[in-house]
Nanobody, 127 residues
Framework: QVQLVESGGGLVQAGGSLRLSCAAS????????LAWFRQAPGKEREFVGR????????YYADSVKGRFTISGHNAENTVYLQMNSLKPEDTAVYYC????????????????????WGQGTQVTVSS
């Protein structure tokens, strides 16, 4: 079992930055794949990016590539989502997720792959 707690959301103007944190209980790095998803009102939950189990590789959705960066702090059991050049369309509830199973690479893009979820944190980008 792993518990995930997100923080760092808020209101920001377009072009601004935010950093989200996901604090994980237990030993998560190298045991779990950690990912970020987001869900806007009336839309499906979508993949934002993930950190590999080894912690040395990141993958991103095309919509955030070059603007968002995922990093992990092993000793703190925390994964971060640095969001720069924010756009109004980035407005959503952002969730941290984890899975302990090893999947095919394409499966990590689906929210159904993940067993554990945080409560979410709201990010609102004003134009």
């Amino acid at each position: 079992q792993v518990q995930l707690v997100e923080s760092g959301g808020g209101l920001v103007q377009a072009g601004g930055s935010l950093r989200l944190s996901c604090a994980a209980s237990g030993r998560t790095f190298s045991t779990y794949t950690l990912a970020w998803f987001r869900q806007a009102p009336g839309k499906e939950r979508e993949f934002v990016g993930r950190l590999s189990r080894s912690g040395d590789t990141t993958y991103y959705a095309d919509s955030v590539k070059g603007r968002f960066t995922i990093s992990g702090h092993n000793a703190e059991n925390t994964v971060y989502l640095q969001m720069n050049s924010l756009k109004p369309e980035d407005t959503a509830v952002y969730y941290c997720a984890a899975t302990g199973l090893i999947r095919l690479r394409g499966e990590y893009y689906s929210p159904f792959t993940y067993d554990y979820w945080g409560q979410g944190t709201q990010v609102t980008v004003s134009s």
